[in-house]
């Protein structure tokens, strides 16, 4: 309809993230920052990405968490495979456990032994428990 200010692009922002358009989302959020015409605008804006910046750490936290379990799973289920072993290591590490992520890892490297990404992975874990 020809009517283009911050508050119309705010509102978006929010439809699209509760609508799961998630590659909307932002782009309606820095279009509203830029319509804003005080600091008020600004607020109410800043204040909804902070909202949506939350929930998308809850669901990253709990992508993470489920990922884990199905590789887990899949380790159990296919312990042949040293994929499984490998992806659950990287992730392990990342999140912070290292005993499990080192485990795995080994795991991976009797399955594979000339993986690479699984050699570097292991000599990083070294790394970790030598400073501790």
Same mark, same amino acid.
């Given at each position: 309809?020809?009517?283009?200010?911050?508050?119309?692009?705010? !509102?978006?922002?929010?439809?699209?993230?509760?609508?799961?358009?998630?590659?909307?989302?932002?782009?309606?959020? #820095?279009?509203?920052?830029?319509?804003?015409?005080?600091? *008020?605008?600004? $607020?109410?804006?800043?204040?909804?990405?902070?909202?949506?910046?939350?929930?998308?750490?809850?669901?990253?936290?709990?992508?993470? #968490?489920?990922? #884990?379990?199905?590789?887990?799973?899949?380790?159990?289920?296919?312990?042949?495979?040293?994929?499984?072993?490998?992806?659950?290591?990287?992730?392990?590490?990342?999140?912070?456990?290292?005993?499990?992520?080192?485990? $795995? $890892?080994?795991?991976?490297?009797?399955?594979?032994? *000339?993986?690479? !990404?699984?050699?570097?992975?292991?000599?990083?874990? #070294?790394?970790?428990?030598?400073?501790?």
């Amino acid at each position: 309809m020809g009517v283009y200010n911050c508050q119309l692009y705010n !509102n978006l922002g929010l439809c699209c993230f509760y609508a799961q358009q998630y590659d909307m989302t932002l782009s309606s959020f #820095k279009r509203a920052l830029q319509l804003a015409a005080n600091d *008020e605008e600004v $607020a109410d804006v800043w204040y909804n990405m902070g909202h949506v910046a939350v929930v998308y750490s809850v669901l990253a936290y709990q992508c993470f #968490k489920l990922a #884990k379990a199905f590789l887990q799973t899949a380790s159990a289920l296919a312990p042949h495979m040293y994929e499984p072993h490998y992806n659950f290591s990287t992730l392990s590490e990342r999140m912070g456990d290292l005993q499990s992520s080192y485990t $795995a $890892a080994q795991k991976s490297a009797a399955l594979f032994p *000339e993986h690479v !990404n699984t050699q570097q992975l292991i000599n990083q874990l #070294k790394q970790h428990f030598a400073v501790l």
